[in-house]
């Protein structure tokens, strides 16, 4: 994807409005400060915000969750290891209000919008915007206003003031009413009334049919997440939109992928990843979740998203970051020097598109289907090596490696142990997606990880949620109360798992490889 020429002075007035204050309760349900903007800018606007809050970038309220997935840590600090506490890890205080109070009104302006011609791709385009953004947020907190969130400014009515709660179940089946509106929206026929401005779209770069295919995408990516919970319904969604391409289109190549790829530079809209790194001169250390993973296959993405690690005398020696630490592990890893342990790679943190959906992900999603007696138009094994051979397509891996990887034993399709491969070959593929990667692990239990099992939290189990912000507990009290009435939640982020997890096996929390680092050398 092009890297994007943002429309710097229109995007600085509109997220001045509605990020310039602290006054939770009056913007996230009674926003009646007039948005003003066209279209364009105000869909880039949100895009903008949304990407920073959701997507991993080292430096966002969300990265928390890579440690929880075991993709990359960039702390040092030995009491986070030796007692951890996921609970301190994911800052849903910024999470949810600058989503809501900033994107998700800039997106209900676009779909409100009087000021302009009626313009139906831009309203297709806010819709999937608005399903994106409360996908991702009830997967991390289970229940939130959805229904009757950001109508304080429509409706002048106590209710929308202190908005009620949907379930999980009411939000991700809403959420996919809009998609599929979106979908039937929009307008391909390139008339007059129908263009969008490429500049000013930082995900799609205003290919409509691009549009579409993320519409879509994310339709078929949230119906395997319930498929578990509701498979009936999962199943006919799935295979109404894989056995209908024309009309349902999907992401169907790498040329497809759906990402943000920031702007050049270390101002407002540069690569929050690039410009922390600049800003502190190092780059955060790979977890061994995932260094294990990819060094006990001796994947080639190695070398493509890890570093060596710089303080041994081999120099293609990898070895992950340990979550957490006790009296068993050797002395010298109590505090870690950061060239002891592998970083992420140039080639990763440098400049390059941020993904939100790929097709490798589509390709995973297919496999796991069909494992599922989905029809999908392919087996799950075809779907599953050629997802791998699509990951390893999109990050530059040569073609012979790729062919002696999907021959070597622990890749090498086996039919007793398929979900655990699919979904194992889907986290490497996703890395750096951790929110969706987090659903994923607590809706299936793979890929097996060392997870937490030190401190005084080890107890609890693996995070099944994130924290619901105090400025919620404060001002809309009685409605969470009543959303979460009969549920179990320990520390805020343990205990009974959410609606689309309600059948999932338990997150194991022994480890498959030693806690203690393990050198890999290519």
Not at 45 to 67: I, P, W
Not at 414 to 427: P, V
Not at 485 to 514: K, R, Y
Request: glycine share 6%; charged share 20%; aromatic share 10%.
């Amino acid at each position: 994807m092009k890297t994007i020429k943002f429309l710097i002075i229109l995007c600085s007035v509109i997220l001045s409005v509605t990020s310039c204050t602290n006054n939770f309760e009056e913007i996230n349900t009674n926003p009646n400060d007039q948005i003003v903007g066209s279209n364009e800018g105000m869909l880039l606007g949100a895009q903008l915000t949304a990407a920073k809050e959701l997507m991993d970038n080292v430096v966002s309220s969300n990265d928390g969750m890579a440690k929880w997935v075991q993709y990359y840590n960039h702390t040092l600090d030995p009491v986070d290891f030796i007692d951890p506490n996921p609970a301190e890890d994911y800052n849903e205080f910024w999470i949810y209000h600058n989503l809501v109070t900033s994107a998700l009104p800039l997106v209900e302006r676009v779909l409100g919008n009087t000021d302009e011609a009626p313009h139906p791709n831009y309203r297709a385009a806010a819709l999937v915007m608005k399903a994106w953004i409360y996908e991702n947020m009830t997967e991390v907190f289970g229940p939130i206003p959805f229904t009757d969130a950001q109508k304080g400014e429509l409706f002048d009515e106590p209710k929308y003031n202190k908005p009620k709660f949907d379930s999980q179940e009411e939000i991700l089946k809403g959420v996919l009413q809009l998609l599929e509106e979106a979908n039937s929206t929009f307008d391909l026929s390139g008339e007059s009334g129908t263009t969008m401005v490429a500049q000013s779209d930082a995900f799609c770069g205003g290919d409509i049919l691009k549009w579409k295919k993320f519409a879509n995408s994310l339709r078929v990516r949230i119906l395997l997440r319930i498929s578990d919970v509701d498979p009936s319904f999962a199943a006919t969604g799935l295979e109404a939109i894989f056995s209908n391409p024309s009309q349902h289109p999907v992401i169907e190549s790498n040329a497809d992928n759906i990402g943000i790829t920031w702007d050049e530079g270390t101002g407002t809209y540069g690569d929050p990843m690039v410009k922390f790194i600049n800003n502190n001169n190092f780059k955060p250390n790979v977890v061994t979740g995932f260094l294990n993973i990819l060094g006990e296959r001796q994947d080639p993405r190695m070398k493509v998203l890890v570093a060596p690690a710089e303080g041994y005398l081999n120099a293609d020696t990898y070895i992950g970051l340990p979550p957490a630490f006790d009296n068993d592990n050797p002395s010298g890893f109590k505090r870690v020097a950061r060239d002891s342990v592998s970083q992420l790679s140039n080639s990763y943190t440098s400049l390059r598109m941020r993904p939100i959906i790929t097709y490798s992900e589509i390709l995973f999603i297919k496999a796991e289907a069909s494992l599922k007696s989905i029809n999908v138009g392919t087996t799950a094994q075809t779907a599953y090596e050629n997802g791998i051979t699509a990951n390893m397509e999109e990050l530059g891996v040569d073609a012979a490696d790729t062919a002696a990887y999907l021959g070597s034993p622990l890749v090498t399709y086996n039919a007793g142990n398929a979900l655990e491969q699919i979904i194992t070959q889907r986290y490497i593929a996703q890395f750096g997606q951790s929110t969706n990667t987090f659903s994923m692990i607590r809706r299936t239990g793979f890929p097996r990880l060392d997870f937490f099992r030190i401190g005084v939290y080890a107890d609890n189990g693996y995070p099944v949620r994130a924290r619901y912000p105090s400025s919620m507990e404060s001002f809309n009290e009685e409605n969470l109360k009543k959303a979460i009435s009969g549920v179990t939640i320990i520390e805020g982020v343990f205990g009974d798992n959410l609606w689309f997890a309600t059948n999932a096996p338990s997150v194991s929390m022994e480890p498959t490889l030693q806690m203690g680092p393990v050198l890999y050398s290519y």
